[in-house]
């Protein structure tokens, strides 16, 4: 456990200030740096490179030749024993990653440490995958051989966001690779730290230089340039729907394909015949968990009238059960807001929810680190019975703000959950195996989780539907992102 007030200085020195393009660090053309808060203090922990467009075609540069001479000729058993190592080193290096993590994010220790985990088991994932993305036969008939290949799409582009930092790199990262592109990588400006020691672990484990390069910098500066660069094939973007469309306007001006994985409004369903502590448990991890900073967090709360009172009363005392404070301070379990704009926008949600007479069952304000008065912290909120067409339904908050609707049937709780124009997930929590299965054919939504919140894993797809993305991340179908089909057909 670092001490907050001391190791943390010493920890932030060592962490690289260069990007890392070419298997090397290098520093910024323009010669700026940036710096980057450690949102528990509210403080700057560290400096990065502000890269410009002159770095994001270095990297592109790197990237095109690593494709072409080398990665490309790679064969997919090696790429696949490479991402192996890979993930072996994501595990001894786990530590310094999640203290990293922490510095840069505001969210726990504990939080970052399963984060770290599931970044090394998505490499160990696509490296089992690299050597079984198979191609097809086609009959034509006995006078010809029809066969198609599945080939790398070349320079990928990997947008990350400051939610899921390092897990969000490498759930993307990883099936590029497995399937023989090559990546440039622009973390979110306020959490560049993981990125960067995750692209110097790669090397470490043998990845050739180029094959994974990180440029830093902000989204106008670094980002802009990067997804409409022209040797860019695929873009992966993670964060805001206003984002992702401008990234998706500029990777067409290139025919450019995307996966986006935007926002969310997502609904946690909790019908009368539930298992209520089952459910109370979930509902408190699906939004209070990273406070509440997640894209598929359940920002919204369906529940049956008829146990709505008890059960309001049993979260609040969950909710206020929770320890705010630094990420690393032993027994804290509810993290920071990544920034002050970001924890003002959450404020401003909740501040627009009071002015229209909307019941706060518990939270509802700024906080601070209780341990030293500092930090970017907003209470765990539940805002009670609102109205379907209210912002704090309709928006995404992206913080520890949850919103509480109440039905009277399941029939008026999926239509309820397929309220807003978001469809990214949907909980569900009900004994009754056949409703599990009607709601969970009825909500419109990537991914419907039954009796867990977040269930699922690397193995399983992961993205949304409407303005909450297009495409899938995670499982076997990832890796087809990166691969352009050939079909080759021969006259026998
Ligand atoms: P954002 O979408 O603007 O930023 C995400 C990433 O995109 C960052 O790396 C950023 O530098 C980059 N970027 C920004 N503009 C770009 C451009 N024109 N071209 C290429 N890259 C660009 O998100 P934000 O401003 O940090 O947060 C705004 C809101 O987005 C949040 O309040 C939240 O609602 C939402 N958000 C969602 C997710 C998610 O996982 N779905 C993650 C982060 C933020």
Known sequence: MVDVSTSAAAFSDSLPSAHFIDGEWRKPQSGNLMETFDPGRAEPHARFAAGTAEDVAEAVASAKRAQRDEWRKTTPA??????MRAAE??????????IAEVLDSGKTLGEARGDVRGSARAFEYYAGAADKHEGKAFPLGPDYTS???EEPIGVTAHIVPWNYPLSTACRSIAPALAAGCTAVVKPAEQTPMTALLLAEILVQAGLPRGVCNVVTGTGISAGAPLVSHPDVRHVTFTGSTVTGINV??????NVASVTLELGGKSPN????????ELALDNVVGAIFENAGQICSAGSRLVIERSIHAEFIEKLVARARALRIGHGLTEGVNFGAINSAEHLAKVASYVEGAKARGISIATGGNVAVDPATGKGWFFEPTVLDDVKWDDPVVQEEIFGPVLAVQVVDSAEEAVEAANCTDYALAAGLFTKDLTRALRIAR??????????EYFAGGIETPFGGNRRSGIGREKGLVAVTSYCKTKAVSIRI
């Open 248 to 253: 998706m306007k500029a990777a067409a001006q």
């Open 147 to 149: 066969y198609s290949i």
């Open 78 to 83: 090696e790429r696949g024993r490479i991402l």
């Open 442 to 451: 009825d909500v419109d939504a990537g991914q419907v989780y039954v009796n």
């Open 269 to 276: 369903i909790v019908l009368a015949d539930a298992d209520i």
């Open 89 to 98: 080193l994501i595990r001894q290096n786990a530590e310094r990653l999640a």
